[in-house]
């Protein structure tokens, strides 16, 4: 028997790390369409960018636990196309490898806006490559404009005011995150940032940029203002990485669409950012962007690979960390959901709030309050 | 077999502490991890396993 894994990020090697501590001796090969070892994103957008982490500290595993996994390391080779009936992925630079059982991780890609393409001083933040060039964009306290309003544009604005940059977020919500955290919590986002400095303009459409001599100049909004900038940060979300899977047979249907057990077709499987499986306890098809979720539904594609039948019916968690303020979350919050404070105060920037709707909890945030919010987590019941 | 944790890698999700509550536990003002021992026993190994591969920081490491 044999494995192979597509997709060399969180996903990829937990999948690789999961199949060896349940016991398979047999061989795997890791196919990455990166040159880098393995490395982890969630960094990328704070520590990393802000300098205060080396590329080492990024990786996933150090190289000397790497090589005890005894895995075929095959990096820089983007997967071209995959044959379901055959098993067998071939790569960008022509090779073929089969396997009995293929394992996607593909992940996403980032959304960018038209026309930015070619055009200096403008980002996307999803690889180590793109950190690396925003990073070196982000000396000189630039004035930065970064579009988008959800967890990695609150992020990135973050982390590049403390850096010393006259930063602007632009996004359509009135607030970041408001339509999953909604009015209240979100409203205390904008606070912080506001408090911090970075200067709101959200509430309104970005239409466009604007550029002089092959180089940013500007964030136009949908109301004709244009805000300016040396340097703008695209973070309109991701698209599951897919097109290489195209002609390939496979449901594809916002990610790779799989059964309760992670299976998009005998023999193969997703995990991670590019799964969109059938959650039972949900009954709903779910694509969770989170990197708990990469190691969760690695570690249930392993233990189906090797016999087992096992649904993956995860609570969702993520983090996210901003200024000096964490804030974590259990569960799937939305807007018109009702807010309990259950712990702490929100006047204190100190609380655990539940989401409730239809009479149940269906999600619990906790502003700087991490092992409090883990303890509320067992109100959350599914289905 | 020995735990060791990296306070400044840790993101305070308490994944740790939910697959090992012996031998992991959260600060309670930041969530950071704390390590209630460094040598747990050997009972406890499929555990500790457990915490260090599901850590989405991968600020845990055992060495057997």
């Keep these: 028997m044999s494995v192979l894994i597509v997709g060399a990020s969180a996903a990829g090697l937990s999948t690789l790390e999961a199949l060896r501590r349940q016991g398979y001796q047999d061989p795997i090969t890791v196919l990455g369409a990166e040159t880098y070892l393995p490395y982890d994103r969630p960094p990328l957008s704070k520590q990393y960018l802000c300098g205060d982490w080396d590329e080492l500290r990024t990786r996933l595993r150090p190289e000397e636990m790497l090589a005890k996994l005894d895995a075929n390391f095959v990096l820089g080779d983007p997967a071209a196309a995959l044959d379901v009936n055959r098993r067998v992925v071939s790569t960008e630079s022509g090779r073929e490898l089969s396997a009995d059982s293929i394992v996607i991780a593909t992940g996403l890609r980032a959304r960018r806006l038209p026309g930015q393409e070619g055009l200096a001083g403008v980002h996307v933040l999803r690889t180590l490559g793109d950190a690396d060039a925003l990073r070196r964009d982000l000396t000189d306290s630039p004035r930065v404009v970064v579009v988008g309003d959800g967890v990695l544009g609150a992020e990135i604005a973050a982390t590049a005011r403390k850096l010393g940059c006259a930063v602007t977020m632009a996004g359509p919500q009135a607030a ?115 990197r708990t979720n990469a190691t969760e539904q690695a570690a249930c594609v392993a233990a189906n690979i090797l016999g087992e039948n096992r649904s993956y019916t995860p609570i969702p968690y993520f983090w996210t960390d901003q200024f000096a303020t964490k804030i974590q979350v259990h569960g799937i919050p939305t807007a018109n959901a009702e807010i309990v404070v259950a712990e702490g105060a929100l006047d204190e920037r100190r609380f655990v709030t539940h989401y409730r709707r239809d009479g149940r909890t269906v999600a619990v945030l906790g502003w700087n309050m991490p092992k409090q919010t883990r303890l509320h987590r067992e109100h959350l019941v599914h289905g | 077999m020995k735990v060791i944790v990296d306070q400044d890698k840790c993101v305070a999700s308490g994944q740790c502490v939910t697959a090992a509550m012996d031998v992991f536990d959260q600060r309670d003002e930041d969530g950071i991890v704390v390590l209630l021992t460094e040598n747990p026993p050997e009972s406890l190994a499929a555990d500790v396993h457990q915490a260090a591969a599901v850590c989405p920081a991968l600020a845990i490491v055992v060495e057997d």
């Design chain 1, 176 to 290: 970041p995150l408001e339509s999953q955290f909604g009015t209240i919590v979100s409203g205390l986002l904008a606070d912080l940032h506001t408090a911090e400095g970075v200067e709101l303009r959200l509430g309104t459409a970005v239409s466009g940029l604007t550029s002089a001599t092959g180089r940013v100049t500007g964030v136009q909004l949908a109301n004709g203002e244009v805000l300016p900038a040396d340097v703008v940060v695209v973070a309109l979300g991701a698209t599951p990485a897919t097109e290489w899977l195209n002609d390939s047979g496979l449901t594809l249907d916002n990610g790779i669409v799989c059964d309760a057990q992670c299976r998009a077709a005998e023999g193969i499987y997703a995990a991670g950012d590019v799964a969109r499986w059938q959650h039972d306890g949900l009954d709903a098809l779910l694509r969770l962007e989170n």
